[in-house]
Structures are given as C-alpha cells and as structure tokens.
C-alpha cells in the first residue's frame, strides 16, 4: 500500500532516520519497535504527513507521493493517532472526533443531531460509555486516549498508524483495541503498530521492523522471530532482568494513612516505613492516582489522617507537600508533569529552582552542575539539555519527568506509571533507581497498570477498588491473578 524508499530526517543536528526503507501491504498490522528516540514517532509522522523527509521518497500503490499535511494524508486514506495526544481539552469529544474529519461534511453549520449520530458507533466500538458532548477536559486520560482512537477510525482510514495507542489503558480496552486492530485487517485496513509492550504486539504483528538510532536493523514476520531477539535487536545487547526485591521492611516508619477520605477515595490506610516500595494496583479509575493527590495536596482531605515522620500532616498545596518531603510524579506527562516549551534542564530542575535564584536571577551554571548527574542517572537522551522537551522521544519525556521527581531528594515518591512508553532496557534501568532510591532510606508508592513490575519491585501491593483499598498483599506472596480478582471486586 505505501512504500517509503530511503528516508532520511534530520531535526537541527539530530539524526532521527537514515537511509530507512520499508513498506506496509495491504490488510498487514506492521509493527515498529525501537528503543526510546529510535524514530518509530518521526517515521509515523511522515507517513502522517506531518513532517517531510530531507531525502528519499514516499509512494502509495506504486505512485510517488508528496504528502505535505495530516489533511493531505488523510486524501489518501491515511490516519494517526499521536503518541503525543492533540485533541482539544475545551472542546467536546464529539466536536474533537467530527473537527478536520473529511468524513463529515462541512457546511459552515454544525449539525449537532448529524454529529451524535456520526460519533455514536465510534464511541462504542472504543468502549466510550460518555456523551459526545462532554467536554474532553473532563475526562480521565485514559478516556481521552479513547476519543483519540474513535476519531482515526472514524476517518475510515485504509492505513492507520498507532503510536503506542494502549499507553494509558486500562487492560479490558486494550483486549478491545487488539480484537478491533484484527478486524481492521481482516477487512483489508493496513495498521503500523508502535508500541514497547512485547506480549501485546506479538498478538496481533504480521511483521516487525526494527529501529535502532534512526537506521532500520529488519522486517521479520513476527512468527520467525521472538522477544528475546528482538530486544536484542533494539538495544544491541542482551538484558539482564532484575531480579525480584527480596529485602524485608526494616526502617524508621515514615508515613501513615488512616482512613483516608476524598472525593475519589474513601476509607484508605496503609503505612510505610523507610526503605519500602510500596505498589499500588487497580483498575483505571478505582483511586491509584487519587490517593496521590490527596498526599501532594490536591485533592481536598475530608477525614481521616496522615503522619509523616511522626507528626501528623494535612496537605495544603503541591509546595507545601514538597517542603514536607513529598513528591508526585504524574500519570499525565504532558498536561501535569513538564512544560512543554521549556527546556529539558529547566523542566528537571522545575521543582528546585529557587535553590538556583538569586534576587530573581538563576545561576545557571549551578543548576546545571546539580541536573546534569541525575540526567545521567536517569539516561535521558537528548541532543542537549538546553534543548525544548517538547522535541524529546516520548519516552525521554518520561525519563526528564523522573529526574524531576527526584531532584527534590524528598522522603516519599508517589511515582503514577513512571515506566509508561519507557523502552524494555530503560525500564529495567528504572526499577534500578527505585531500588537504589529505596536504599537511600526513602519510601516510594509505585502505581502501575503492569503487575508484573509491581510484583517485581515492590514489598507490598495495596490494591484498590473502587475508591477503597481492598487489600494489602506480600508481593512475594501473591500473584497477577489474585490481585486481578481484587481488584475487579470479585474476592
Ligand atoms: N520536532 C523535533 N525537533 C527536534 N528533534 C526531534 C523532533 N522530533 C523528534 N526529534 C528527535 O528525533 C529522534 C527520534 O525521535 P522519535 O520521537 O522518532 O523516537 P521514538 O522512537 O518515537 O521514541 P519513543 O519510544 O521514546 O517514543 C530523537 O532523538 C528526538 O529527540
Ligand atoms: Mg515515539
């Protein structure tokens, strides 16, 4: 269906393709893997029409063509869902879903009866049970990944390309996903697949390509290749998974919640000592993020208590939970976590930046001196720290985020799905650093979608339903099952 004959792109100095050539055919799931800041985005993008390559050539059914905007793309039947969301947040879904769509047709006049009926077996095919008229900036992250999803297959592409489209949701959506992605082909629709879940891509992968810094490594059909090799392939070495944390709980007890009530949780206790990972599993939606926001002050409190070593502590505000020793690391990178304009430095260096001011001025040199280790610890690629984050990888964002959240050097971390769209090496990596923070006698609240890497860092799993924390279990002791089953409220 297209071909892409030596693609080279260049952002200033950085290299993100050389020399790829690769072809989708027809009714194929084609999947790109990559290590983070490999090229899998920016070759989606030109297939999307978003950027243009500086050298080589694109062709659809044989015929070059010159694809200078999403809308053009879209003329020839090509859809993107964006790593980066790029919905509207004060928009409704329904207008987000219907805006720039050829599909709809244009008037001048909208159509607001036409629009819902339009939008009505998109939102269901994704599992959207909200009306076409909320307004996208009320929904959960999850929802809006959703939204995203309906509006490309609305397009009624004949390729869509899916940049790590499962990275915010909840299981049951992504069997979702993967069924709907089977039946696109099965009706001759072409799919290019991002994604660093390896079990999910197996699922559904005709063929595989992988990126490694912007070169092309190989195409394989995905039943001649596995995992194993395929890592291999990305990051050019072999892993060495980490092994399970075994330490018992020994420290100083830290922090204490008793009967912690807000509008999103209800009667939620737990306590933690220092040296403990404590993970927090549930579905989407069921209060991990929210017990968060009630430590980080966010979310107003209205009974129950927290002490913090040893004196009993009511959050008023982000500042005053950070100058307490507690620090939030967001689900939602780019609406909650970084500033999209600043600089990757700047960004790492958001929450200490007073440290560095004089009378208003910033000693820049001082900053960077402290930013520059963490960045190095947390491997951040990027072509320099001064450089705006919003040009990084997805998963450098992810990365420039953590070292945010760890500069304060605070006694608690809430870390909210700090792995998400972090290639297979880094995260191993990241489980490094919570470990070692662990070893620095902090306490760290890991929430994740991914049981397995709960069961692998942490000592204990709270798991929650629907507001309330239904049970505290002995990561050592438990499995995925069981806390699946608790945490869909079936035990
Ligand atoms: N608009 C841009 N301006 C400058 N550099 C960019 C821009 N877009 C991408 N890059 C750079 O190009 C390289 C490839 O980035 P790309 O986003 O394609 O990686 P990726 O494989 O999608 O990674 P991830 O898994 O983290 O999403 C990176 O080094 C990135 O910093
Ligand atoms: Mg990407």
Not at 178 to 187: F, Q, V
Not at 379 to 392: D, R
């Amino acid at each position: 269906m297209i071909r892409l004959e030596h693609i080279d792109k260049h952002f200033g100095g950085v290299q993100a393709l050389n020399d790829v050539s690769v072809h989708i055919a027809k009714g194929e799931v084609h999947v790109l893997v990559g290590e983070n800041g490999a090229g899998k985005s920016t070759l989606g993008k030109i297939i999307a029409g978003v950027h243009r390559p500086d050298e080589g050539r694109v062709l659809i059914d044989g015929e070059p063509a010159e694809l200078t905007s999403p809308l053009d793309a879209q003329r020839h039947g090509i859809a993107i869902i964006f790593q980066e969301l790029d919905l509207f947040p004060n928009l409704t879904v329904g207008e987000n879903i219907v805006i720039g769509n050829l599909q709809v047709e244009h008037g001048g006049v909208v159509d607001f009866k036409a629009l819902a009926a339009f939008c009505r077996p998109w939102l269901e095919k994704v599992g959207l049970t909200c009306s076409h008229s909320t307004l996208l900036d009320s929904l959960s992250i999850s929802d809006v990944q959703r939204v995203a999803i309906a509006r490309a297959l609305s397009m009624k592409a004949r390729l869509i390309i899916m940049d790590e489209p499962t990275s915010s949701l909840p299981d049951d959506a992504i069997e979702k996903l993967l069924a709907l992605i089977c039946d696109l082909r099965d009706s001759g629709v072409s799919v290019v697949y991002v994604s660093h879940k390896m079990d999910e891509l197996f699922r559904i992968a005709d063929r595989i390509t992988v990126l490694r810094d912007g070169s092309h490594v190989g195409t394989s059909l995905a039943s001649e290749t596995n995992k194993e090799e395929l890592i291999r392939d990305m990051v050019g070495r072999d892993i060495s998974e980490m092994t399970r944390r075994t330490t018992g709980v020994s420290g100083v007890r830290l922090l204490e919640v008793n009967g912690l009530t807000t509008d999103g949780i209800r009667d939620v206790s737990f306590s933690m000592r220092t040296g403990d990972v404590l993970g927090v599993a549930g579905l989407v939606g069921s209060g991990r993020s929210e017990i968060g926001a009630a430590l980080f002050g966010l979310d107003a409190i209205k009974s129950g208590s927290i002490t913090l070593k040893g004196q009993e502590f009511r959050p008023k505000s982000p500042a005053h939970a950070m100058d307490s020793g507690i620090m939030l690391l967001p689900e939602d990178r780019k609406n909650m976590g970084l500033m999209m304009g600043m600089s990757v430095e700047d960004n790492a260096a958001l929450s200490i930046f007073d440290r560095f001011q004089t009378l208003g001025v910033i000693r820049g040199s001082r900053l960077r001196k402290t930013v520059e280790p963490v960045m190095r610890r947390t491997l951040v690629k990027a072509a320099s720290p001064q450089i705006a984050v919003s040009t990084l990888s997805g998963g450098n964002q992810q990365k420039v985020l953590l070292c945010k959240c760890i500069l304060p050097d605070t006694d608690v971390l809430f870390l909210d799905e700090p792995t998400r769209g972090v290639d297979v090496g880094a995260k191993e990596d990241i489980y490094g650093i919570i470990e070692e923070l662990a070893q620095e006698e902090k306490a760290i609240l890991f929430v994740s979608s991914e049981l397995p890497e709960l069961l692998r860092c942490c000592d204990r799993i709270l798991v929650m339903h629907e507001g309330r924390s239904v049970a505290l279990l002995n990561a050592a002791e438990t499995s995925q099952e069981a806390i699946m089953a608790m945490a869909t409220g079936q035990t």
